[in-house]
């Protein structure tokens, strides 16, 4: 079955770092754009970071740009999200999935806890 495993999150200072990874498994991940979503307390979920098949293209919500990076590893049938210049209003879950016809798919994995903190 289709299965997403998010890793890597924490507790980190305003203007931190940190790394996402996300193992796939159960679909052809190498024909697969894939994307990283949040959902912060009490709002939607939001798309943060898109990347096509190749990787070739990417994109970004207006509110990470230019902090966030992501990038995929189709041998290993993993996308990552780079976080860089953390901000409170950061703090979420982070998922990923994949996206096909602007949407996701609909398994989600347990997501990573991201929190931004001084």
């Known amino acids: 079955q289709v299965q997403f495993a998010e890793s890597g999150g924490g507790l980190v200072q305003p203007g931190g770092s940190l790394r996402l990874s996300c193992a796939a498994s159960?679909?052809?991940?190498?024909?697969?754009?894939m994307a990283w979503y949040r959902r912060a307390p009490e709002k939607e979920r939001e798309l943060v970071a898109f990347i096509s098949i190749t990787g070739g293209y990417t994109n970004y919500a207006d509110s990470v740009k230019g902090r966030f990076t992501i990038s995929r590893d189709n041998a290993k049938k993993s996308v990552y999200l780079e976080l860089n210049s953390l901000k409170t209003e950061d703090t979420a879950v982070y998922y990923c999935?994949?996206?096909?016809?602007?949407?996701?798919?609909?398994?989600w994995g347990q997501g990573t806890q991201v929190t931004v903190s001084s």
């Open positions: 999935n994949s996206r096909t016809a602007g949407r996701p798919s609909p398994y």
């Open positions: 159960g679909f052809t991940f190498s024909t697969s754009a």
